[in-house]
């Protein structure tokens, strides 16, 4: 047992399950959130004020953790803020650290994305802490940003044309960060978290259908479209331009990747986008 685990980004995605997860493990868990009074989460977590721009609520949060789950601050503009992180647990006296990174970090290819976690994992690897870094690919969570459309019986928006990916079912990433957190043996290491097999647009719209038993008929929406989209939608013109390099990525094959790395920390075989969806149906069933 890990005497105190510190999970920042805690009512994420991941981070929300991290936590679940660690807390049915028996272990003792402290939380950092910006706004503690609006977490939700199990009880006998220790939740804590912390903001990344903060940097003594940081240090007041490391205090008496033997490890770190780093939740990746995605964006341009946020490349120190992993760095302060390390920083501020080193100083603190904890142990091991776990970074959530993304697929494609490093890559020119991908564009200015492939840089927003990068000077986290170069900091996590100088840390001279156990480290173990996380690099999933597309969530299949992702496609909950379908459910309206879905619901309401219109199209459901291709962004990556016939680019396929590994989609990684969030709970086999959480899975292993909590591996990774608790038991020996991984550390140096960086598992590229992918489903077992590679999927386009049109497959997971395909499956949805299968899983609701109703047609998920897909449209095509070009790199134009979508940027004014996203400007319209509030985002920065950096920010818009970042994601539609990691559309373009995808769209140009370049994230067609599967690997072995949930089984080989796990013991089993990943999830598939089907059992996700089936476990999620009922976000997408119409009321």
Same mark, same amino acid.
């Given at each position: 047992? %890990?005497?105190?685990? =510190?999970?920042?980004?805690?009512?994420?995605?991941?981070?929300?399950?991290? %936590?679940?997860? =660690? %807390?049915a493990r028996g272990e003792k868990v402290r939380a950092l959130t910006r706004d503690p009074a609006r977490a939700q989460l199990p009880s006998g977590v220790d939740v804590v004020r912390g903001d990344f721009q903060e940097p003594d609520s940081l240090g007041a949060a490391m205090a008496g953790a033997a490890a770190l789950f780093a939740v990746g601050v995605l964006g341009p503009g946020d490349a120190d803020a992993d760095a302060d992180l390390v920083a501020a647990a080193r100083a603190a006296g904890v142990r091991r650290v776990v970074k959530l990174s993304a697929i494609g970090t490093g890559d020119p290819a991908l564009g200015p994305v492939a840089g927003w976690h990068l000077g986290g994992e170069q900091a996590v690897r100088e840390s001279g802490l156990e480290w173990t870094i996380l690099r999933p690919s597309s969530f299949a969570s992702n496609t909950l940003s379908w459910a309206a459309a879905i619901r309401s019986g219109d199209p459901v928006p291709n962004m990556t044309g016939s680019g396929s990916q590994g989609v990684v079912d969030p709970r086999d990433v959480s899975e292993v960060a909590v591996e990774a957190l608790l038991a020996p043996g991984h550390t140096g290491s960086t598992y590229t978290l992918t489903g077992p097999g590679l999927l386009t647009t049109a497959d997971l719209a395909a499956t949805l259908a299968s899983v609701l038993g109703r047609p998920v008929p897909t449209v095509d929406v070009p790199p134009d479209a979508l940027r004014e989209q996203f400007l319209r939608s509030g985002m920065s013109e950096i920010y818009v331009e970042g994601v539609l390099a990691g559309t373009a990525y995808v769209r140009a094959g370049r994230n067609a990747v599967v690997t072995e790395d949930v089984r080989r920390v796990l013991g089993r075989e990943a999830r598939t986008y089907a059992q996700w969806a089936r476990d999620h149906r009922e976000a997408f069933a119409s009321a």
């Open positions: 047992m %890990v005497h105190m685990i =510190l999970v920042t980004g805690a009512t994420g995605t991941i981070g929300s399950d991290v %936590v679940r997860q =660690l %807390v």
